[in-house]
Nanobody, 123 residues
Framework: QVQLVESGGGSVQAGGSLRLSCVVSGYTDSKYCVAWFRQAPGKEREGVAAIDRDGSTSYADSVKGRFTISKDNVKNTLYLQMNSLKPEDTAMYYC?????????????????WGQGTQVTVSS
């Protein structure tokens, strides 16, 4: 059974940084797709960043140049380094995973989800 456990959320002021972590367990090797999503109150869940099976990354336009997604295959941990945070980045952040995905930024592509970690950015 695949499980994902996020950590690292918190409250920061605008311009600050946070690093989210997501420990992934249950896969037999490191060939799987992972992504970060976020959901603000009253809004739909949206893709933030993704890594495919071959390690290629993709980002939402709203976070390009500020956020960096990475994956440690030894620790089976996914990271999201968030710099220059803005109040509009405030949301619950979720990591997601599946063996194969088409559109890495689409929620429907992923079967496995973590419980989420809250990020709050104040102005």
């Amino acid at each position: 059974q695949v499980q994902l456990v996020e950590s690292g959320g918190g409250s920061v002021q605008a311009g600050g940084s946070l690093r989210l972590s997501c420990v992934v367990s249950g896969y037999t090797d490191s060939k799987y797709c992972v992504a970060w999503f976020r959901q603000a109150p009253g809004k739909e869940r949206e893709g933030v960043a993704a890594i495919d099976r071959d390690g290629s990354t993709s980002y939402a336009d709203s976070v390009k140049g500020r956020f960096t997604i990475s994956k440690d295959n030894v620790k089976n941990t996914l990271y999201l380094q968030m710099n220059s945070l803005k109040p509009e980045d405030t949301a619950m952040y979720y990591c997601a995973s599946d063996l194969w995905v088409g559109n890495g930024m689409a929620t429907a592509e992923y079967m496995y989800w973590g419980q989420g970690t809250q990020v709050t950015v104040s102005s």
